[in-house]
Nanobody
Framework: QVQLVESGGGLVQAGGSLRLSCAASASGRTFGGYAMGWFRQAPGKEREFVAAIDRSGGRTYYTDSVKGRFTISRDSAKNTVSLQMNSLKPEDTAVYYC?????????????????WGQGTQVTVSS
């Protein structure tokens, strides 16, 4: 079992930055045994992949719309994963979810992730 708690959302103007954090507590398999991902869901839209990081932290994956602006990282000592978001745009407005899973190949698919946080709201004003 893994419990995930996100923090760091809020309201920011376009061009600004936010840093999301996700604190993980795991029983059984350790935090290092899970790939971590960030997804988002805007009003009226389906949940979509944003970024992911593999178990070792050596590989990262991003959706095209955030490449060069967002950075995912993990701290195994603190059992946290972060999403640094720069140059934010109004279209980044959404609820952002942290997810954990034993992902073998398809880091983009939400079905690869077994555990989800409650979400944190990010609102970017124009």
């Amino acid at each position: 079992q893994v419990q995930l708690v996100e923090s760091g959302g809020g309201l920011v103007q376009a061009g600004g930055s936010l840093r999301l954090s996700c604190a993980a507590s795991a029983s059984g398999r350790t935090f290092g045994g899970y790939a971590m991902g960030w997804f988002r869901q805007a009003p009226g839209k389906e949940r979509e992949f944003v970024a992911a990081i593999d178990r070792s932290g050596g590989r990262t994956y991003y959706t095209d719309s955030v490449k060069g602006r967002f950075t995912i990282s993990r701290d195994s000592a603190k059992n946290t994963v972060s999403l640094q978001m720069n140059s934010l745009k109004p279209e980044d407005t959404a609820v952002y979810y942290c997810a954990a899973g034993i992902v073998s190949r398809d880091y983009v698919s939400q079905y690869e992730y077994s555990y989800w946080g409650q979400g944190t709201q990010v609102t970017v004003s124009s």
